[in-house]
Nanobody, 112 residues
Framework: QVQLVESGGGLVQAGGSLRLSCAAS??????INWYRQAPGKQRELVAS???????NYVESVKGRFTISRDNAKNTVYLQMNNLKPEDTAVYFC????????WGQGTQVTVSS
């Protein structure tokens, strides 16, 4: 069973940047999604990247977040720039379709 491990979160001030990583235990040739869940809110799809490199973003992060993948390293990245307090959440990655349990995620906290 494949495992995905998220890392790279932290505490930053508004306007700052973070790069999240999603490391897979083996090669994955499928779409990878990044989600986030803020306290008291439902999990939200933030960005996705297909095996061919096509990307999609939720409107609220367009122009600020960039998803990319390095298939040689079995890793997907989420570069987050110009962070806002409303980006504060636990961020998760997952395959689509999902073939593994949810990971623990990585906490991103943006202070105003």
């Amino acid at each position: 069973q494949v495992q995905l491990v998220e890392s790279g979160g932290g505490l930053v001030q508004a306007g700052g940047s973070l790069r999240l990583s999603c490391a897979a235990s083996r090669s994955i040739f499928s779409t990878i999604n990044w989600y986030r869940q803020a306290p008291g809110k439902q999990r939200e799809l933030v960005a996705s990247i297909t095996s061919g490199g096509s990307t999609n973003y939720v409107e609220s992060v367009k122009g600020r977040f960039t998803i990319s993948r390095d298939n040689a390293k079995n890793t997907v990245y989420l570069q987050m720039n110009n962070l806002k307090p409303e980006d504060t959440a636990v961020y998760f990655c997952a395959t689509f379709p999902m073939i593994h349990p949810w990971g623990q995620g990585t906490q991103v906290t943006v202070s105003s």
